[in-house]
């Protein structure tokens, strides 16, 4: 689908029909077809909420949409809330009442906030749900994010690959296993947790109907596999645990199945202190997601298999460009209006591709593309 620029829906000095903020005297609601009042971009602020900055990905994500807005002219309200849900139901309160005019949210759980989207509403505010679905509400406007189904198949599909199950043109490897395999899967008030956890055992469950992939620790709900919050120490902790209990007998683990980068990273050196990656104890087949720096730099060095890259500089654009269509008076162009169903309605959504990156495609993927520096990949650190 051809998109249109950020700058061309923006424009500075263009003047924009604003859903006006409630309350105050501050103006009608546009949505509810009251009247409208109007505004340069340089006096419209736009309240960006991100879930952490523990995690680089949402750091750069934060970033991105905060420049891209501010290039078009607009001010850029950016808070992190540290993982702490009601830090960020109290950040998001505040940009309401500030005036905030248009919400772009990254949910820590994506139940937790209905009564601030319930305020938002009253106040004429519309909400973009960004990448994280915010659940069990009617207030969410639009959704920005990447095919989360499909990033699950491709997580499945390059641990195949990895293990020689699959060939990189899809038809079948030479290998037969069978191969112990570990599944891990994201927090689960995160609604793209259960995307990514079906598309990856769909595309396994095959193999695993077959024989050819073992699940040792019996371990195959997504309840059992979950990571809350997704984050290093705990996946750490149960990748240890594991080890305890399904392989004290001498087996080795095959091939993990993780979903993120960072759970991939607590993998990794559960693993290591194992003694894989060493002597005849080879490194097991692990995936994992948003193509981390430090990451990108264990897969260079041949420890971890795969991740999922998302462009997020991509995303940051798409969610700029649907502020910039609401504050105008449109509706966002969307390409999903069927998938994302948040428990009361299904929120129209605009979903971006996502690529699989290897050892063999890191440079074309990562580096030639500009999303880092050869010398941020062998380093494993973003300068």
């Known amino acids: 689908m051809k998109r249109r620029s950020a700058l061309a829906v923006f424009g500075a000095g263009i003047a924009f029909t604003l859903a006006a903020c409630g309350g105050g005297g501050a103006g009608t609601d546009t949505a509810s077809g009251d009247g409208s009042s109007s505004a340069k971009p340089s006096d419209v602020t736009v309240g960006v909420s991100m879930p952490t900055q523990t995690s680089e990905r949402w750091i750069a994500d934060g970033n991105n949409v905060e420049a891209g807005l501010k290039k078009a002219g607009y001010k850029v309200d950016k808070q992190f809330a540290n993982d702490d849900i009601p830090t960020q139901a109290q950040q998001i309160d505040q940009m309401i009442t500030k005036g905030d005019k248009v919400l772009i949210i990254a ?47 491709q997580q499945g599909t390059s641990l195949l690959t990895g293990l020689g199950l699959l060939n990189a043109d899809g038809t079948p490897g030479t290998a037969t296993g069978p191969f112990n395999v570990e599944l891990f899967a994201g927090s689960l008030d995160d609604n793209n947790a259960q995307f990514f956890w079906d598309g990856a055992i769909d595309t396994l469950q095959p193999f695993i109907d077959k024989g050819q992939i073992v699940v040792k620790s019996k371990q195959s709900k997504i309840d059992q596999a979950a990571i809350l919050r997704w984050q290093q120490e705990v996946a750490q902790q149960r ?53 981390e720096i430090a990451s990108v730099k264990l897969i260079n060095d041949g420890v971890q298999y795969s991740t999922i890259f998302k462009d997020t500089r991509k995303l940051a654009d798409e969610a700029v460009t649907a502020a910039g269509d609401i504050l105008a008076g449109k509706e966002p162009t969307a390409n999903d209006t069927k998938t994302y169903d948040n428990g009361v309605k299904v929120v129209p959504a605009f979903l971006l591709e996502s690529q699989v990156v290897t050892k063999d495609n890191v440079k074309t993927a990562l580096v030639d593309t500009k999303y880092y520096t050869q010398a941020e990949v062998d380093a494993g650190k973003a300068s």
Do not use: C, H
């Open 107 to 153: 949910a820590i759980d994506g139940t937790a906030l209905t009564s601030q989207l319930t305020a938002a509403k009253a106040a004429g505010i519309k909400v973009i749900s960004y990448d994280r679905l915010i659940r069990g509400s009617a207030d969410v406007d639009f959704y920005v994010s990447f095919d989360n189904y499909k990033v699950g198949v």
């Open 239 to 291: 990748m240890e645990n594991l080890l305890t209990s399904a392989y004290n007998d001498g087996s080795k683990v095959d091939g993990v199945l993780s979903p993120y980068d960072g759970i991939s990273r607590g993998i990794i050196t559960a693993l290591q202190n194992a003694g894989y990656g060493s002597g005849d104890k080879k490194m097991p087949v692990i995936t994992g997601q948003d193509a």
